[in-house]
């Protein structure tokens, strides 16, 4: 199982950021999949879930409204759209596939 993480980087609050994760070495469209971040110096924590079909997806209080979790089947990934970034949202995301592995991360900075 692989799971590489891209498209984080520095912006600035009220700006976006769309995260991927590419998947591989599991059958994607059977999984239901995540992201989790980990602030600085805090536990990592829930963002967002999307089911295996990608009919149901819940979020944490903290980001509703502002992201949107997505999945491409026929591409085996899965992507976070975030908007209305705040400082707050400052972390290492990581997605995962169902309750198991974890990708490496990547780096959110939300900073003027």
């Known amino acids: 199982v692989q799971l590489v993480e891209s498209g984080g980087g520095l912006v600035q609050p009220g700006g976006s950021l769309r995260l991927s994760c590419a998947a591989s070495?599991?059958?994607?469209?059977?999984?239901?999949m995540s992201w989790y971040r980990r602030p600085p110096g805090k536990e990592r924590e829930f963002v967002a879930a999307?089911?295996?079909?990608?009919?149901?997806?819940n979020y944490a209080d903290s980001v509703k409204g502002r992201f949107t979790i997505s999945r491409d089947n026929a591409k085996n990934t899965v992507y976070l759209q975030m908007n209305s970034l705040k400082a707050e949202d400052t972390a290492v995301y990581y997605c995962?596939?169902?309750?198991?592995?974890w990708g490496q991360g990547t780096q959110v900075t939300v900073s003027s």
């Open positions: 995962r596939a169902g309750a198991g592995s």
């Open positions: 070495g599991f059958t994607f469209s059977s999984y239901a």
């Open positions: 999307i089911t295996n079909t990608g009919s149901i997806r």
